[in-house]
């Protein structure tokens, strides 16, 4: 490992330690497509001699917008070995967001992975005057292939030859690797400058955190590469001497999974919480026997303590008997052979990392930001490392300090070079001494041990005067398996109150067992029996808060917030902004304005 010190050593150090038959595996049309080590090597200097012969130039922007596959990577290492920058879009944000990240970027080509995304983006590109040419990943009748430069780069291989030599080695650590836009919660994304070290040396501190895989294991990726966890992790795979496997799609991950037998894959809460619902859902659907067993072993592995000198003997023999019988289905339906699972992005619930603990799926929380390319801290695969609530240890390489108002300051090789073309907010973000500001509360603990408590600007002050984070009541109710989405409100008002989206997977359930008839979504969140059940939850989980922060009213919403209808960021963040203003007729009738 020593030898990458840019990141597309880890294809040389592929080349050299595991060259294998599949390095990069994409399903499509129904089957698996594999791609060896040499074809991967093949690909990527192909394109680069291609790009060479276009002219390109150490630090000449090149934009994808692509799902995730192995062209992705060729892409990648064949425009970062000559010392191009990427920067990779997010697939759906808005056209203004579009035209601002390319404009902004200086990108020279634009490269898209399907003829929908070429479509959306031909008018974007129209209107975007440095974009010299726009091409495609899938065949697009009419368009420009990503093929295309390629096919060029293994005409002019001789010519360029010595070329790329000269340019792989005047690429350093210190040179900008990519730009991410970041979309935050409020106005237009900023460019993220990573420079290859900021990536490298984050990866390396990864391969001190995922120390049970061994080379020839298989990870799952399906979260975008726009999101620097899963890039990071795209490299970290590789560089473990794994074999990297490209779901079809979201709505065929559990399948993917189950046939490559995963090992391992990165995701967010939100995805992994699907995982547990429709586990926990499948449970409720078993005859009465097997499910008064089912639901045992889950409350066996409620109670799952990490350190396993808290764990008695008669636990433990408990813990067995649902591993054998539950659990070990559980793992099963997983693939059978999955080891661990890597989860950041958003805050985990803690009961959701206990029982697939309990379940022997090591679950990871990770912390950082994009500006941290992104690893702050990480639980490790074993005790002490691991505490649930906790987002982990701090690696002895970096240093965090927690700020007067509580802020998480962070120092390290992983830090960003800046903002793109924006020193003043550079200047914002990291301070005179080179410490940079998280935007997130939290504590740290003389064993390096990270809590978040919540973001810095979203805690807000009751008319009282008395402050409620919002983050903290939200993951406690969220627990409920009533509740799929929540959003805390009250800022400067006298109660805190909550909108909730309910699980309607799970309501639906509730309802027929309960006969409850309705005729759409719409009209069940009004019948008062539904809102009398939520008030129980309410009942259940406030006792657990401060006074200040219990929700004192609440009210249903029908529709699910995601990206697509701008509620979520493209990492799932929730834009308060905008939810305030989509409701903001019930916030104002629930504070009787």
Known sequence: MANITRTFDVLTNAEENFNRDIALSVKRNGKWENFS??????????????????????????????????????????????????????????????????????????????????????????????????????????????????????????????????????????????????????????????????????????LKVVTYLKPGERALSFLPLSHVLERVGNYLWQAMGLTLYYAENIETIGENMREIKVNIFITVPRVFEKVYDKIINKGRELPLVKKMLFFWAVRVGDKFDPNPANRSALYNFKLAIANKLIFSKWREALGGELKGVIAGGAALQPRLARIFWAANIIVQEGYGLTETSPLISATMPSYPGVRFGS?????????????????????????????????????????????????????????????????????????????????????????SQFIEQIIVIGANEKFTSALIVPDFEFLHNWCTIHKVSFRDNEELIKKQRIIDRYQVEMDKYNPELDQVAQVKEFRLVADNWTPDNGMLSPTQKLKRKVVHEKYSDIIDEVYGK
């Open 37 to 206: 080590t040499n074809e991967f090597r093949k690909n990527v200097d192909a394109f680069s001699y291609g790009l060479l012969a276009m002219g390109f130039s150490k630090g000449d922007k090149i934009a994808t917008i692509s799902n995730n596959r192995p062209e992705w990577n060729f892409i990648d290492f064949g425009m970062s070995q000559i010392g191009c920058v990427h920067v990779g879009i997010y697939p759906t944000i808005s056209e203004k967001e579009f035209l601002h990240i390319l404009s902004h970027s200086d990108a020279r080509i634009l490269i898209v992975s399907s003829k929908e995304l070429y479509d959306k983006l031909l008018p974007i590109y129209k209107k975007t005057p440095n974009l010299e040419e726009i091409y495609t990943i899938d065949e697009v009748k009419g368009v420009k292939n990503w093929q295309d430069i390629a096919n060029l780069g293994n005409e002019k291989e001789n010519e360029y030859r010595e070329t790329l030599v000269t340019r792989r080695d005047d690429v350093k650590p210190s040179d900008l690797l990519t730009i991410f836009y970041t979309s935050g919660t409020t106005g237009l994304s900023k460019g993220v400058m990573l420079s290859h070290n900021n990536v490298v040396s984050n990866l390396k501190l990864a």
């Open 391 to 479: 987002v982990g240890l701090v690696p002895d390489e970096l240093e965090v300090k927690i700020a007067e108002d509580g802020e998480i300051l962070e120092k390290g090789d992983n830090l960003m070079m800046g903002y793109y073309k924006d020193p003043e907010l550079t200047k914002e973000a990291i301070d005179k001494d080179g410490w940079f500001h998280t935007g997130d509360i939290g504590t740290f603990d003389e064993h390096r041990m990270l809590t978040i408590t919540d973001r810095k600007k979203e805690i807000f002050k009751l008319s009282g005067g008395k402050y409620v984070a919002p983050q903290q009541v939200e993951n406690l109710f969220k627990e």
